[in-house]
């Protein structure tokens, strides 16, 4: 009996052993399953926070490509309004060079001149006999009387030679040359030259009836100048004749010429009036440009020539261009 009680006190023992480590067991799952709540809790409510980060970020980028959208447009308008003023400072230079233009001839034409320079004009020629008697006739047509035309066959194959035996001028001079360069042909029409200024022009184009007597007052009233250029009429551009004056500034001259060869003039005798003979098409640029290197020109607002672009043969643009172009830079320094 004894025997059998003390099993059942042994055994109520482990029963309650068990039961306490139950609900040791049952507390420790209710503060893991608190802990796990909260944890829970935590990642809803952090992640409630990156949905909402990411959502603004969204909303950010959206924002910034709509900017980004919105500066493109503006850029696009300022280039536009940039160009339509650049067109407009452009159109209001025109318009100030026809007027000073259209002033100084009005004033030149019943001008008596205080002085009365010998003006040289230098036409040279090549197979042009149909255009040549009008260039002539242009020079023969100018308000000015002191003047001498010398005019340089380079070796014609036309009617040319005929041509230039008919003028009864003492005032015009004939010389032919072996067929070279048009810059070859113009040495050699410097060489011959007999005046104080020397003024130009090509066998295609007409001389304004004013040029000369505007290069006589130029060079008369300004001893100080070696060189000048003047305005140009040249017959198409979008339909239409224009007036071609640009203002000088060396800057400028140095990427681009600023005048055709008809339209330039200066004091005879100086070293650097020559043409460069191994250019094609550049020699009135760089002619320019090394009459000018050490003074800057007169620019006199007046119309030397009608510049004309339907002859046949022209040189201007043609194959030696971009060569040319190159040449003329390094010359005088691409840098500048």
Same mark, same amino acid.
């Given at each position: 009996m004894a025997a059998a009680t003390d099993r059942r006190h042994a055994e109520n023992g482990e029963i309650a052993e068990l039961r306490s480590a139950l609900a040791d067991q049952a507390a420790e799952i209710e503060r893991l399953r608190a802990v796990l709540e909260h944890h829970t809790?935590?990642?809803e409510d952090h992640g409630g926070a990156l949905r909402d980060g990411d959502a603004r970020t969204t909303t950010v980028e959206a924002k910034?490509?709509?900017l980004g959208s919105r500066q493109e447009a503006l850029d696009g308008w300022l280039e536009s309004h940039d160009t339509a003023f650049e067109g407009l400072h452009l159109r209001t230079g025109q318009l100030e060079a026809a007027r000073a233009v259209q002033t100084f001839t009005q004033w030149l034409e019943p001008l008596e001149l205080a002085a009365a320079p010998k003006i040289s004009v230098v036409l040279p020629t090549h197979d042009r006999a149909a255009l040549l008697p009008r260039a002539i006739a242009s020079v023969r047509a100018q308000r000015y009387g002191n003047w001498e035309l010398i005019v340089v066959d380079d070796a014609s194959s036309d009617s040319t030679p005929k041509i230039l035996a008919a003028p009864d001028d003492p005032r015009i001079?004939? /010389?032919?040359v072996a067929h070279n360069r048009v810059s070859a042909a113009r040495n050699a029409a410097l060489a011959e030259a007999t005046g104080d200024v020397v003024a130009y022009l090509d066998d295609d184009n007409t001389?304004?009836?004013l040029w000369l007597k505007a290069l006589a007052w130029a060079f008369g009233e300004h001893p100080e100048i070696t060189a000048a250029y003047g305005g140009y009429? /040249?017959?198409d551009v979008e339909g239409l004749p224009r007036l071609l004056l640009k203002p000088y500034s060396r800057e400028a001259l140095l990427k681009e010429n600023l005048a055709d060869t008809g339209a330039v003039a200066h004091r005879a005798?100086?070293?650097e009036a020559r043409f460069d003979e191994s250019l094609v098409e550049m020699d009135d640029w760089d002619l320019l440009l090394s009459l000018t290197a050490e003074r800057d020109p007169l620019v006199v607002p007046a119309i030397s020539c009608f510049y004309s672009t339907a002859a046949p043969n022209r040189l201007s643009h043609g194959p030696t261009y971009d060569a040319d172009f190159a040449a003329v830079r390094r010359k005088h320094g691409e840098s500048s």
């Open positions: 809790a935590w990642l910034q490509e709509a001079r004939t /010389i032919r001389m304004h009836p009429v /040249i017959d005798g100086l070293e």
